[in-house]
T-cell receptor, first 115, second 117 residues
Framework: AQKVTQAQTEISVVEKEDVTLDCVYE???????LFWYKQPPSGELVFLIR??????QNEISGRYSWNFQKSTSSFNFTITASQVVDSAVYFC????????????FGKGITLSVRP | GAVVSQHPSWVICKSGTSVKIECRSL??????MFWYRQFPKQSLMLMAT?????????EQGVEKDKFLINHASLTLSTLTVTSAHPEDSSFYIC?????????????FGPGTRLTVL
């Protein structure tokens, strides 16, 4: 069975601070996908990133960066110089390798960025 | 690209009525769509996987006669909540996966907030 743990439930930071959202996963698969989604107060989930398990390169996209550590089964997400618009619930998710696989979501982390 | 729409965005209905929610992939074809339910301050719960032209696969504990899913085309899936009751009030979200290199990625609709009085 697959499992995603987001141990942090709520994080509050002041604007311009850096913040890291943790994600730890469990799977018996040797190949799989990891995802991060953002759910702002409007409710719509926004796709942020997909990572294949065989690609352990870290990724940076603007103020966002992701650190994939297969050895520790972690896929952490860092926001640099946070902004108020970053306030949202962030979900980490895991899927079996292959097309149209179901997602296993973590419980989500509520990030509040104060001005 | 990869835009998914849902209609309606919110609906209020009386207990005992049926409600239909539409999910459309606007700029891609989706052989598979997913339906989720989300309670306040909780994660998403997968209800069913919908494949075009075939019967949906429901998750354990989800009543297939209560939540009717139809996936009649490669761009449209519908969820009908039959004989809705107050406990069915929730946020319903659909997602779709495009074909090709991004087939593993689910893109989500904006959700439908259902309130049953």
């Amino acid at each position: 069975a697959q499992k995603v743990t987001q141990a942090q439930t709520e994080i509050s930071v002041v604007e311009k601070e850096d913040v890291t959202l943790d994600c730890v996963y469990e799977t018996r698969d040797t190949t799989y996908y990891l995802f991060w989604y953002k759910q702002p107060p409007s409710g719509e989930l926004v796709f942020l990133i997909r990572r294949n398990s065989f690609d352990e390169q870290n990724e940076i996209s603007g103020r966002y960066s992701w650190n994939f550590q297969k050895s520790t089964s972690s896929f952490n997400f860092t926001i640099t110089a946070s902004q108020v618009v970053d306030s949202a619930v962030y979900f980490c998710a895991l899927a079996h390798y292959g097309t149209n696989s179901k997602l296993t979501f973590g419980k989500g982390i509520t990030l509040s960025v104060r001005p | 690209g990869a835009v998914v729409s849902q209609h309606p965005s919110w609906v209020i209905c009386k207990s005992g009525t049926s409600v239909k929610i539409e999910c459309r992939s606007l700029d891609f074809q989706a052989t598979t769509m997913f339906w989720y339910r989300q309670f306040p301050k909780q994660s998403l719960m997968l209800m069913a996987t919908s494949n075009e032209g075939s019967k949906a696969t429901y998750e354990q504990g989800v009543e297939k006669d209560k939540f009717l899913i139809n996936h009649a085309s490669l761009t449209l899936s519908t969820l009908t909540v039959t004989s809705a009751h107050p406990e069915d009030s929730s946020f319903y979200i659909c997602s779709a996966s495009p074909a090709g290199p991004t087939a593993q990625t689910q893109y989500f609709g904006p959700g439908t907030r259902l309130t049953v009085l």
